[in-house]
């Protein structure tokens, strides 16, 4: 695989996208996308080289460095410092609670530290999908809970407790939203004291975003 098509394909992951839909941002084949992120052309086995203007659809569809892909291709060569994008590997199970703020800068709360990532609107909703699948809830407009991870509530102080080896870690949260979820709240606390057992979770790939 080559250089520029491994990138794509992190490009894509970290997108959220399968090939179809990354056909469908793009309007390029997903045969194409594949062969793109192979690096070679399945027809010929020949190297396959983008044109300005595919590279260009792509750096849109994955909100992406266009000069960078450019560069990656050998159509230009450059002195800018390209901004360093490193991509990693999120275990959702390990994630406490997620936030969301206006700009969708989204900030993964682990036990040990918060990794930022950031994505365009339609991105944000497929994220949001695939954590309402896996037993993350909204209490509100960008801020996810991860029921399999709450230990405790302290319904005095208005927090939630969740598991951690190390430090105990708190979510402070308002008395609405603690009464609106409560139920949901004590028997997700019921079922995780009874149950040690691991949930298996997907792992998601992200751009992880540095201040």
Not at 75 to 82: G, I, K, L, R, V
Not at 159 to 184: M, P, W
Request: hydrophobic share 35%.
């Amino acid at each position: 695989m080559s250089s520029l098509g491994s990138y794509l394909k992190k490009l894509r992951i970290s997108s959220g996208y399968s090939l179809h839909t990354a056909a469908q941002k793009s309007t390029l084949s997903h045969g194409y996308i594949r062969d793109l992120e192979i690096g070679t052309n399945r027809n010929n086995n020949t190297p396959l080289i983008p044109k300005p203007d595919t590279l260009r659809k792509l750096a849109i569809a994955y909100n992406a460095n266009f000069n960078l892909l450019m560069t990656l291709a050998g159509h230009t060569t450059s002195d800018e410092t390209f901004e360093s994008i490193e991509f990693i590997e999120i275990d959702l199970q390990l994630v406490l609670y997620l936030t969301v703020n206006q700009d969708n800068l989204i900030e993964y709360h682990l036990e040990a530290e918060v990794i930022h990532d950031t994505k365009p609107l339609f991105d944000y909703l497929l994220l949001e999908t695939k954590l309402e699948k896996y037993n993350f809830i909204r209490i509100q407009s960008g801020l996810f809970i991860n029921l399999d991870q709450i230990k405790g509530v302290d319904s005095s102080n208005l927090k939630l407790i969740f598991h951690s080896e190390q430090i105990e870690q708190e979510l402070t949260i308002t008395y609405n939203q603690l009464n609106k979820y409560k139920r949901t709240i004590m028997q997700s606390i019921e079922k995780n004291t009874r149950n040690s057992a691991v949930i298996q979770k997907p792992t998601t790939l992200i751009r992880k975003v540095t201040f």
